[in-house]
């Protein structure tokens, strides 16, 4: 299928690695020019390269830390100043801490809301009026499953990513009447690097053995395996196109079934 996304200008945080490279290297690869953030921009240039090369398109490496407000405006003005807007924006953000309610203190909740809700509050801010301008776009904030079903010693990003949801929500009708479509995709337990760093919390918090650990993460997936970034990736492409053209206001579980409700 052709999802028609050839020289569609996108912009994709937190791209170096994880799922927000998976994004950047589906999209690139059905041509779309993709400027892709993170703060270290020597690792962002060779991705960057390949994937101009896969899709034949032009990329951007670009340097941005979330947690600043400046630097977020800066980078999505250089991808305006170079390309002349943003069609596509795929809203990444890193995972805040994990661990039990009562074993996190006020300042952790602190940098959660400044590491998962602001930096996509201000990169809304700085990208929806260049999709108006343009006469449309898609938005796409890659939350949790947590969203949906309960992730135990999970609730920074439970909570968090909840308020993401409801900004999703909200501008899916807001922005309807300006053709921006506004969706999240929310992601069960997937092979990247971040659900290592999970997987060996919930060792360290519980005690086990890592095979055990796996199993906390495993035992409620029906397909009892790990999500491929990749395919991933693809979903992303999918939702960004115009095979979606019909989706706002979405939050779509990529969880092998681990969500329960419907």
């Given at each position: 299928?052709?999802?028609?996304?050839?020289?569609?200008?996108?912009?994709?945080?937190?791209?170096?690695?994880?799922?927000?490279?998976?994004?950047?290297?589906?999209?690139?690869?059905?041509?779309?020019?993709?400027?892709?953030?993170?703060?270290?921009?020597?690792?962002?240039?060779?991705?960057?390269?390949?994937?101009?090369r896969a899709g034949q398109t032009e990329t951007m490496a670009l340097?941005?830390?979330?947690?600043?407000?400046?630097?977020?405006?800066?980078?999505?003005?250089?991808?305006?100043?170079?390309?002349?807007?943003?069609?596509?924006?795929?809203?990444?953000?890193?995972?805040?801490?994990?661990?039990?309610?009562?074993?996190?203190?006020?300042?952790?909740?602190?940098?959660?809301?400044?590491?998962?809700?602001?930096?996509?509050?201000?990169?809304?801010?700085?990208?929806?009026?260049?999709?108006?301008?343009?006469?449309?776009?898609?938005?796409?904030?890659?939350?949790?499953?947590?969203?949906?079903?309960?992730?135990?010693?999970?609730?920074?990003?439970?909570?968090?990513?909840?308020?993401?949801?409801?900004?999703?929500?909200?501008?899916?009708?807001e922005l309807a009447a300006d053709n921006i479509l506004v969706n999240?995709?929310?992601?069960?337990?997937?092979?990247?690097?971040?659900?290592?760093?999970?997987?060996?919390?919930?060792?360290?918090?519980?005690?086990?053995?890592?095979?055990?650990?796996?199993?906390?993460?495993?035992?409620?997936?029906?397909?009892?395996?790990?999500?491929?970034?990749?395919?991933?990736?693809?979903?992303?492409?999918?939702?960004?196109?115009?095979?979606?053209?019909?989706?706002?206001?979405?939050?779509?579980?990529?969880?092998?079934?681990?969500?329960?409700?419907?």
């Amino acid at each position: 299928m052709d999802l028609k996304l050839r020289n569609k200008r996108a912009l994709v945080t937190a791209a170096s690695r994880g799922l927000g490279l998976a994004s950047a290297r589906a999209i690139g690869g059905e041509g779309a020019r993709v400027a892709m953030t993170g703060r270290s921009v020597a690792t962002l240039e060779k991705e960057a390269q390949e994937i101009a090369r896969a899709g034949q398109t032009e990329t951007m490496a670009l340097a941005m830390d979330l947690s600043d407000p400046a630097s977020i405006r800066q980078g999505v003005d250089a991808v305006i100043r170079k390309w002349g807007g943003v069609d596509i924006l795929v809203a990444n953000t890193p995972g805040p801490s994990a661990g039990p309610f009562m074993s996190l203190p006020r300042d952790e909740w602190y940098t959660a809301i400044n590491m998962t809700i602001m930096p996509v509050v201000d990169l809304l801010h700085a990208v929806v009026p260049s999709m108006k301008a343009s006469g449309g776009g898609r938005i796409v904030c890659i939350t949790t499953i947590g969203v949906k079903t309960i992730q135990p010693s999970m609730v920074l990003s439970n909570a968090t990513r909840l308020a993401i949801t409801g900004i999703v929500k909200t501008l899916s009708v807001e922005l309807a009447a300006d053709n921006i479509l506004v969706n999240a995709l929310c992601p069960g337990p997937i092979d990247t690097d971040r659900m290592i760093e999970l997987i060996d919390a919930t060792q360290k918090e519980k005690g086990i053995d890592r095979a055990a650990a796996e199993a906390v993460w495993l035992d409620e997936v029906p397909l009892r395996r790990m999500g491929r970034a990749e395919d991933f990736g693809k979903m992303i492409a999918v939702l960004v196109s115009e095979a979606s053209s019909y989706i706002t206001g979405a939050s779509i579980p990529f969880d092998g079934g681990k969500a329960k409700g419907y």
